[in-house]
């Protein structure tokens, strides 16, 4: 009977995610006016516990996994909303290291059906409603919200943060979020809110005056800025982690995270400020940081399994990182790379940046990845050839991996999340697995 059981609920779960997943057909509608009237029918309960809100083109999803390490390090029961997934729906909504249940997905999208129907609400816009209902049955003591799609339309965007921070801009969503860096920053300064603290992570000086000004304009307060209010120096990026200075006003600390790569000091450095410009007992949980930082973990990204190296790459900038980030902790040699990205990213910056590691890419198809996104193999592989680099098709993923993994003695995975997911669920890598 448990098989029976087990086999009927797994059936309900998939089925009602089927149901949530029709709600976007690939397109995105933005705006507050659906999530909010949900969020109210709900009763409010993204109102009844303290927000870390994040957006940024890159850097969020480590901003959030270190806030995460750090809060639940002072002993809190910390909500984490982030998205896409890997391997499976529930790593997006998470309560103390916990993935959402399936049964309780399951039961809140069934019982609130009806008003997502009537309400026309989208995809993200019930996830999102979903997990802050859900942090608020779990009572949790803090959520950290990393934001889907921009910032001032996006869903998450109903929340009143103890502070908002925007890390990396960088060219991703253009036919949403506008062609150039100035107004992709400029949709993503509107999660800074009036009287809480407004966090700049951007490094380079006109997009960082440009979130600077924004933050002022609504009122934000206090506003921390990269080199301005604190400084990262020093940088070692090494097999184990990243060590670095961090410099404020007040002091000077050396402090390490698990996370690899040189930007993984600076995100460091974003989400240690936003415990700063929150102030009170969150401060007092950053300034001990060095006893909670070891317990950092980031699924997908430079994440390592036997000769397999998972990390999600969706824009050139992310590919250059991962390129820098394996030359950094000498992996073994020689690497081949299979890799999956969707047409309307920069797949050509894409490879252009694997191929500076990588004696080996196998282009191929990621099983989940959307129909309608799904990039042009014989395109792709027809300018890769042209453009030198050294690449060969395999469109069956399975066959992929295998033909790639022959001729290495490191495999990088990379591309979408769906590459990466697909992989790691196919080699029975858990997302959780610490």
């Known amino acids: 009977m448990t098989a029976d059981w087990a086999s009927s609920a797994d059936v309900a779960y998939h089925d009602a995610l089927q149901r949530l997943f029709a709600r976007t057909g690939g397109a995105w509608r933005l705006g507050l006016e659906r999530v909010t009237e949900l969020l109210a029918l709900l009763g409010?309960?993204?109102?009844?516990?303290?927000?870390?809100?994040?957006?940024?083109?890159?850097?969020?999803?480590?901003?959030?996994?270190?806030?995460?390490?750090l809060l639940r390090g002072a002993g809190l029961r910390v909500g984490r909303y982030t998205s896409p997934h890997l391997v499976d729906f529930s790593e997006r909504v998470v309560v103390g290291g916990v993935p959402m249940p399936h049964a309780a997905i399951t039961a809140w999208l069934v019982r609130w059906e009806p008003?997502?129907?009537?309400?026309?609400?989208?995809?993200?816009?019930?996830?999102?409603?979903?997990?802050?209902?859900?942090?608020?049955?779990?009572?949790?003591?803090?959520?950290?919200v990393e934001v889907g799609l921009g910032g001032r339309l996006d869903a998450t965007n109903t929340v009143a943060p103890l502070a908002a921070a925007v890390t990396q801009i960088g060219f991703d969503h253009m036919e949403f979020l506008g062609d150039s860096l100035e107004s992709i920053a400029g949709e993503k300064a509107g999660?800074?809110?009036?009287?809480?603290?407004?966090?700049?992570?951007?490094?380079?000086?006109?997009?960082?005056?440009?979130?600077?000004?924004r933050a002022e304009a609504v009122g934000a307060t206090p506003i921390l800025v990269t080199g301005r209010d604190w400084q990262v120096r020093d940088i070692a990026v090494g097999a184990g982690g990243t060590s670095f200075t961090l410099v404020t006003p007040d002091d000077e600390r050396r402090l390490t995270t698990p996370l690899i790569g040189e930007f993984q000091a600076h995100n460091a450095g974003v989400a240690l400020a936003m415990l700063r410009g929150?102030?009170?007992?969150?401060?007092?949980?950053?300034?001990?940081?060095?006893?909670?930082?070891?317990?950092?973990?980031?699924?997908?990204?430079?994440?390592?399994?036997?000769?397999?190296?998972?990390?999600?790459?969706?824009?050139?900038?992310?590919?250059?990182?991962?390129?820098?980030?394996?030359?950094?902790?000498?992996?073994?040699?020689?690497?081949?790379?299979?890799?999956?990205?969707?047409?309307?990213?920069?797949?050509a910056g894409i490879l252009r940046a694997?191929?500076?590691?990588?004696?080996?890419?196998?282009?191929?198809?990621?099983?989940?990845?959307?129909?309608?996104?799904?990039?042009?193999?014989a395109e792709v592989t027809e300018w890769a050839t042209a453009e030198g680099l050294p690449v060969v098709r395999e469109d069956d993923f399975a066959l992929a991996l295998e033909r790639a993994r022959q001729t290495a003695a490191t495999v990088l995975v990379t591309g979408s999340f769906h590459t990466v997911g697909d992989a790691m669920e196919r080699l029975q890598v858990d997302p959780f697995a610490r």
Request: hydrophobic fraction near 50%; include cysteine.
């Open 44 to 69: 409010q309960p993204h109102q009844r516990y303290p927000v870390f809100h994040v957006a940024g083109t890159n850097g969020k999803g480590s901003t959030v996994a270190t806030l995460d390490a």
């Open 191 to 213: 999660i800074f809110k009036a009287g809480a603290a407004a966090v700049v992570g951007e490094a380079r000086p006109e997009i960082r005056a440009l979130l600077t000004v």
């Open 115 to 144: 008003e997502l129907t009537r309400l026309g609400a989208t995809f993200f816009e019930a996830t999102t409603a979903m997990a802050l209902d859900w942090f608020a049955g779990q009572q949790v003591d803090v959520a950290i």
């Open 278 to 347: 929150a102030g009170g007992r969150w401060l007092e949980i950053e300034q001990r940081a060095d006893a909670f930082l070891p317990a950092v973990r980031l699924s997908g990204r430079f994440h390592r399994a036997g000769p397999w190296l998972f990390d999600v790459a969706h824009n050139a900038d992310g590919a250059a990182t991962v390129a820098a980030n394996l030359l950094e902790v000498g992996a073994p040699q020689p690497v081949s790379a299979v890799v999956c990205v969707l047409r309307d990213k920069d797949w």
């Open 354 to 377: 694997v191929s500076r590691v990588a004696t080996h890419i196998v282009l191929t198809m990621a099983p989940t990845a959307p129909a309608a996104r799904a990039w042009n193999l």
